[in-house]
């Protein structure tokens, strides 16, 4: 668990200083570690929360944000996240959505990094009953397994050329943050979740550490091209694992 914590410590030094949550790594890791999988989108969903709120404060503070973007968004979300964490899934069924939820997200990750760098983009307005029917997928797959949803909707809202890059880091953060309170209120619904929490308070600890020490002091270690290769290829090797496993 030392080495775990670890690594859930740099993890969110580098997560928070880019402004995501980095729950897609939380979940390989924990994948690695072989910790039961049905306490999985607990530990993710709570790690995202502790990483994502600075960030969603000082991206509003510094005045990066469309709430007529986000909104119509958290409305799908918000509800199907609650659901998705309440939802009792089988073992299998849950390693089979995670296969599929993180080779999706490494492969979208790998092919649209050199979105995050872009500054001049023409701005299209979407439709919100687009916006509501993505954010009810993203809401219900981010309860399920715990993500999230940003590492889904940034590089959806890049294609569709939603907003500013700034911007779009807000949306994100705050997609993120809503959604995993939602998610984790759908969780704690399912019996004995909450009391083996405490068998995890040194990922948690790691977490609130590494995560004020990213946002605050501002640690660009990494850029946020480097940092998007990385976590693609992580996640993309660890869904590889889950396929070779469920499928050879």
């Given at each position: 668990m030392i080495i775990l914590s670890v690594l859930f410590f740099?993890?969110?030094?580098?997560?928070?200083?880019v402004g995501f949550g980095g729950g897609s790594t939380y979940l390989a890791l924990l994948l690695i570690w072989e910790i039961p999988y049905y306490i999985f989108p607990v530990i993710a969903l709570i790690c995202n929360?502790?990483?994502?709120?600075?960030?969603?404060?000082?991206?509003?503070?510094?005045?990066?944000?469309?709430?007529?973007?986000?909104?119509p968004f958290l409305v799908g979300s918000i509800p199907f996240a609650f659901f998705g964490g309440s939802l009792k899934i089988e073992k299998e069924i849950f390693e089979i959505l995670l296969f599929f939820v993180l080779s999706i997200a490494g492969i979208l990750l790998l092919i649209n990094n050199k979105s995050y760098e872009k500054n001049n983009l023409i701005i299209n307005k979407l439709?919100?009953?687009?916006?509501?029917?993505?954010?009810?997928?993203?809401?219900?797959?981010?309860?399920?397994?715990?993500?999230?949803?940003?590492?889904?909707?940034?590089?959806i809202l890049f294609l569709l050329k939603?907003?500013?890059?700034?911007v779009i880091a807000t949306t994100a953060s705050l997609f993120?943050?809503?959604?995993?309170?939602?998610?984790?209120?759908?969780?704690?619904?399912?019996?004995?979740?909450?009391?083996e929490l405490t068998n995890y308070w040194t990922l948690f600890l790691s977490v609130l550490i590494g995560g004020f020490i990213g946002n605050y002091l501002n640690l660009k270690i990494l850029s946020n091209r480097t940092l998007t290769i990385m976590t693609s290829l992580l996640v993309i090797f660890v869904s590889m694992r889950i396929g070779i496993r469920l499928f050879l």
């Open positions: 740099i993890t969110a030094i580098l997560y928070s200083s929360i502790i990483v994502v709120s600075g960030n969603s404060f000082n991206y509003i503070r510094a005045g990066n944000h469309n709430f007529k973007l986000l909104v439709n919100s009953i687009y916006s509501f029917i993505i954010g009810s997928i993203l809401g219900l797959v981010s309860g399920i397994v715990g993500i999230g949803g940003g590492i889904f909707l940034s590089p939603a907003e500013k890059p700034k993120i943050l809503i959604n995993s309170i939602s998610g984790i209120l759908g969780q704690f619904t399912k019996e004995n979740t909450f009391y």
